[in-house]
Protein backbone atom coordinates (compact mmCIF):
# COMPACT_ATOMS: atom_id res chain seq x y z
CA UNK A 1 0.00 0.00 0.00
CA UNK A 2 0.95 3.57 -0.50
CA UNK A 3 1.60 6.47 1.77
CA UNK A 4 -1.89 8.04 0.43
CA UNK A 5 -3.71 5.13 0.96
CA UNK A 6 -2.52 4.07 4.31
CA UNK A 7 -3.32 7.80 5.31
CA UNK A 8 -6.91 7.32 3.89
CA UNK A 9 -7.22 4.36 6.23
CA UNK A 10 -6.01 7.06 9.26
CA UNK A 11 -8.52 9.41 8.11
CA UNK A 12 -11.26 6.12 8.36
CA UNK A 13 -9.88 5.86 11.93
CA UNK A 14 -10.45 9.89 12.64
CA UNK A 15 -14.22 9.89 11.25
CA UNK A 16 -14.61 6.51 13.92
CA UNK A 17 -13.09 9.55 16.47
CA UNK A 18 -15.68 12.14 15.69
CA UNK A 19 -18.54 9.96 14.84
CA UNK A 20 -18.47 9.47 19.06
CA UNK A 21 -17.51 13.65 19.60
CA UNK A 22 -14.18 13.12 20.06
CA UNK A 23 -11.40 15.14 18.44
CA UNK A 24 -11.05 13.29 14.63
CA UNK A 25 -7.70 11.72 14.91
CA UNK A 26 -6.32 8.22 13.79
CA UNK A 27 -3.51 6.14 13.39
CA UNK A 28 -2.28 2.92 11.74
CA UNK A 29 0.93 1.09 12.16
CA UNK A 30 2.06 -0.74 9.12
CA UNK A 31 4.81 -3.74 8.59
CA UNK A 32 6.11 -3.71 4.92
CA UNK A 33 2.87 -2.08 3.47
CA UNK A 34 -0.07 -4.06 5.56
CA UNK A 35 -1.75 -2.72 8.27
CA UNK A 36 -0.99 -3.91 11.39
CA UNK A 37 -2.88 -1.98 13.96
CA UNK A 38 -5.42 1.14 14.27
CA UNK A 39 -6.60 3.39 16.67
CA UNK A 40 -8.55 6.81 17.14
CA UNK A 41 -8.33 9.44 19.40
CA UNK A 42 -10.91 8.69 23.23
CA UNK A 43 -9.78 10.97 25.03
CA UNK A 44 -13.35 12.08 26.21
CA UNK A 45 -14.85 8.47 26.03
CA UNK A 46 -12.32 7.04 28.19
CA UNK A 47 -11.99 10.09 30.40
CA UNK A 48 -8.10 8.85 30.02
CA UNK A 49 -5.41 11.74 29.09
CA UNK A 50 -3.28 8.72 27.78
CA UNK A 51 -6.13 8.19 25.48
CA UNK A 52 -4.54 8.93 21.86
CA UNK A 53 -4.93 7.20 19.12
CA UNK A 54 -0.93 6.48 18.31
CA UNK A 55 -0.90 4.92 21.80
CA UNK A 56 -3.30 3.10 21.14
CA UNK A 57 -2.25 1.67 17.72
CA UNK A 58 1.10 1.61 19.46
CA UNK A 59 -0.13 -0.85 22.39
CA UNK A 60 -2.24 -2.97 19.61
CA UNK A 61 1.34 -3.01 17.39
CA UNK A 62 3.37 -4.58 20.49
CA UNK A 63 1.04 -6.74 21.15
CA UNK A 64 0.69 -7.96 17.41
CA UNK A 65 4.64 -8.17 17.03
CA UNK A 66 5.01 -9.76 20.59
CA UNK A 67 7.62 -6.94 21.25
CA UNK A 68 8.13 -2.98 22.34
CA UNK A 69 10.61 -2.53 19.65
CA UNK A 70 8.76 -1.82 16.10
CA UNK A 71 11.88 -0.93 14.27
CA UNK A 72 10.35 -1.54 10.87
CA UNK A 73 7.23 -0.13 10.81
CA UNK A 74 5.44 3.44 9.80
CA UNK A 75 3.51 5.37 11.80
CA UNK A 76 0.58 6.86 9.99
CA UNK A 77 -1.58 9.48 11.77
CA UNK A 78 -3.69 12.17 10.71
CA UNK A 79 -2.38 14.94 12.69
CA UNK A 80 1.23 15.61 13.83
CA UNK A 81 2.31 14.18 17.24
CA UNK A 82 2.00 15.65 20.70
CA UNK A 83 5.18 15.35 23.04
CA UNK A 84 3.85 12.67 24.54
CA UNK A 85 2.93 10.24 21.74
CA UNK A 86 6.35 11.59 20.10
CA UNK A 87 8.18 10.47 22.94
CA UNK A 88 6.01 6.91 22.49
CA UNK A 89 7.28 6.44 19.18
CA UNK A 90 10.84 6.97 19.85
CA UNK A 91 11.08 4.58 22.38
CA UNK A 92 8.89 2.00 20.40
CA UNK A 93 11.93 2.35 17.91
CA UNK A 94 9.44 3.68 14.86
CA UNK A 95 11.66 4.46 11.89
CA UNK A 96 9.54 6.55 10.11
CA UNK A 97 6.47 8.89 11.05
CA UNK A 98 4.11 10.05 8.18
CA UNK A 99 1.29 12.80 9.57
CA UNK A 100 -1.62 14.65 7.66
CA UNK A 101 -2.27 18.56 9.21
CA UNK A 102 0.30 19.99 11.31
CA UNK A 103 -0.34 20.79 14.96
CA UNK A 104 0.90 24.02 15.53
CA UNK A 105 0.02 24.64 19.27
CA UNK A 106 1.79 20.81 19.94
CA UNK A 107 3.24 18.94 17.23
CA UNK A 108 6.69 17.72 18.39
CA UNK A 109 7.37 16.60 14.60
CA UNK A 110 8.79 20.16 13.86
CA UNK A 111 6.03 22.52 13.89
CA UNK A 112 6.39 23.28 17.86
CA UNK A 113 9.75 20.80 18.41
CA UNK A 114 10.95 17.63 16.60
CA UNK A 115 11.22 15.58 19.27
CA UNK A 116 11.47 13.01 16.41
CA UNK A 117 15.24 14.10 15.27
CA UNK A 118 16.53 14.73 18.63
CA UNK A 119 19.78 13.71 18.01
CA UNK A 120 20.69 13.34 21.97
CA UNK A 121 18.26 10.78 21.95
CA UNK A 122 19.16 7.25 21.44
CA UNK A 123 16.63 6.63 18.32
CA UNK A 124 15.98 9.04 15.72
CA UNK A 125 12.82 9.18 13.43
CA UNK A 126 12.62 10.27 9.95
CA UNK A 127 9.05 12.48 8.97
CA UNK A 128 6.87 12.79 6.15
CA UNK A 129 4.70 15.57 6.43
CA UNK A 130 1.67 16.96 4.76
CA UNK A 131 0.43 13.36 3.08
CA UNK A 132 -2.92 14.37 2.67
CA UNK A 133 -3.03 17.03 4.49
CA UNK A 134 -5.85 19.02 3.19
CA UNK A 135 -8.00 16.48 4.07
CA UNK A 136 -6.77 15.81 7.55
CA UNK A 137 -6.74 19.35 8.30
CA UNK A 138 -10.32 19.60 6.93
CA UNK A 139 -11.31 17.10 9.68
CA UNK A 140 -10.13 18.70 12.21
CA UNK A 141 -11.28 22.77 11.30
CA UNK A 142 -14.69 20.72 10.50
CA UNK A 143 -15.00 19.70 14.06
CA UNK A 144 -13.91 22.66 15.76
CA UNK A 145 -16.39 24.84 13.68
CA UNK A 146 -19.42 22.34 14.84
CA UNK A 147 -18.54 22.10 18.15
CA UNK A 148 -18.50 26.18 18.74
CA UNK A 149 -21.39 26.36 16.89
CA UNK A 150 -22.50 23.37 19.18
CA UNK A 151 -21.61 25.93 22.09
CA UNK A 152 -22.83 28.89 20.93
CA UNK A 153 -26.00 27.25 20.52
CA UNK A 154 -26.61 25.76 23.93
CA UNK A 155 -25.13 29.00 25.45
CA UNK A 156 -27.48 31.15 24.00
CA UNK A 157 -30.17 28.16 24.77
CA UNK A 158 -29.31 28.99 28.49
CA UNK A 159 -29.32 32.64 28.20
CA UNK A 160 -33.13 32.34 26.70
CA UNK A 161 -34.05 30.16 30.09
Known sequence: MTDEQLMRAAIR???K???????????????????IARGYNRRMTDRQTLAHAEL???RKA?????DWRLEDCTLYVTLEPCPMCAGAIVQARIPRVV????????????SVLN???????NH??????????DTCAALMRD???ELRAKRKAEQSEKREL
Open 124 to 133: QVSVEAGVLG
Open 99 to 110: YGASNPKAGCAG
Open 13 to 15: EAE
Open 143 to 145: FFR
Open 62 to 66: CKKEG
Open 17 to 35: AGALGETPIGCVIARKGKI
Open 56 to 58: FAL
Open 115 to 121: LLDEPRF
